[in-house]
């Protein structure tokens, strides 16, 4: 069994801030785990993703995310928020064996960027 | 890039009638579907998992009567919401697996808001 617990259902900063968004697995097998943004209205593009290997993963858009096993703590990181990276974030969680390589996605953070 | 057309983009139709959503891998083959539903600010909820050539194995709560499947090329999934009625009104999004590119290969189509009235 796996589920994926994103802490923060809204995330707010400021134009030029550090971006973290929250994601916490819970998974009986190895999991690969994942990062997706959805716009309004649109299907899921995929940011990043870790399998195995290095555990500082490095995605698109200037997205990073850094596998914790200790922690079982998958965080997406940005350095710096721009306007065009608000909307949903979602973290996900598939089985590295077995599952049907069915994707677990957590409820979701709506990242606003201020001014 | 892996490319899934997800269409209508959005539909309204009456209560009683029934609706057919496709979705298509435009440049790969999909040997695996998935269909979601995503209600306003919530996640994406896995209804159901198609398979090339078989049958689809649903998630635990769907009624796979009432949501009917169909995977018959490599390249097209239907999804037939029958019987429409308005708790069925949703945000449908589907995701076609090219397991040539591993774990970067599920790619999800734009989605298609169902508007049951």
């Known amino acids: 069994a796996q589920s994926v617990t994103q802490l923060g259902s809204h995330v707010s900063v400021s134009e030029g801030a550090l971006v973290l968004l929250r994601c916490n697995y819970s998974s009986s097998v190895p999991p690969y785990l994942f990062w997706y943004v959805q716009y309004p209205n649109q299907g899921l593009q995929l940011l990043l993703k870790?399998?195995?290997?290095?555990?500082l993963v490095k995605g698109i858009n200037g997205f990073e995310a850094e596998f914790k096993k200790s922690e079982t703590s998958f965080h997406l990181t940005k350095p710096s928020a721009h306007m065009s990276d608000a909307a949903e974030y979602f973290c996900?969680?598939?089985?590295?064996?077995?599952?049907?390589?069915?994707?677990?996605f957590g409820t979701g953070t709506q990242l606003k960027v201020e001014l | 890039g892996a490319v899934v057309s997800q269409h209508p983009s959005w539909v309204i139709c009456k209560s009683g009638t029934s609706v057919k959503i496709e979705c298509r891998s435009l440049d790969f083959q999909a040997t695996t579907m998935f269909w979601y539903r995503q209600f306003p600010k919530q996640s994406l909820m896995l209804m159901a998992t198609s398979n090339e050539g078989s049958k689809a194995t649903y998630e635990q709560g769907v009624e796979k009567d009432k949501f009917l499947i169909n995977h018959a090329s490599l390249t097209l999934s239907t999804l037939t919401v029958t019987s429409a009625h308005p708790e069925d009104s949703s945000f449908y999004i589907c995701?076609?697996?090219?397991?040539?590119?591993?774990?970067?290969?599920?790619?999800f189509g734009s989605g298609t808001r169902l508007t049951v009235v």
């Open positions: 995701s076609a697996r090219d397991q040539s590119r591993g774990l970067k290969g599920y790619t």
């Open positions: 996900a969680v598939s089985p590295f064996t077995g599952g049907g390589n069915k994707l677990t």
């Open positions: 870790y399998t195995t290997g290095a555990t």
